[in-house]
């Protein structure tokens, strides 16, 4: 049978979760970013990383509550959780 060999579709399979770890950094930083600017929250775009990104961080919000009752550092461990999932990634397929 024709294909990639087993060793070449795996770091692809690695490559492409490693990718949207990635894109999923990218939003969660873009969702900080928002919040800072105080957009409305009715916009559509808000609510699409909102509906990307609350699996993570509200979780991690119900344990850590905002520094000084203001700084929310929820999207800081969420990218260090993303961070540290793309390594044993990396280190299981590569």
Do not use: C, H
Request: no cysteine.
């Amino acid at each position: 049978m024709g294909g990639l060999p087993r060793a070449s579709m795996s770091v692809t399979a690695g490559n492409l979760i490693i990718d949207l770890l990635q894109i999923y950094s990218i939003l969660i930083i873009a969702r900080a970013i928002v919040s800072w600017l105080r957009i409305d929250p009715r916009n559509q775009l808000v609510r699409i990383l909102e509906g990307l990104t609350d699996p993570i961080l509200v979780p991690i919000q119900r344990v850590v509550p905002p520094i000084g009752g203001a700084i929310d550092i929820s999207p800081i461990i969420a990218l260090m959780l993303v961070y540290v999932i793309k390594m044993l990634v990396v280190q299981i397929m590569f």
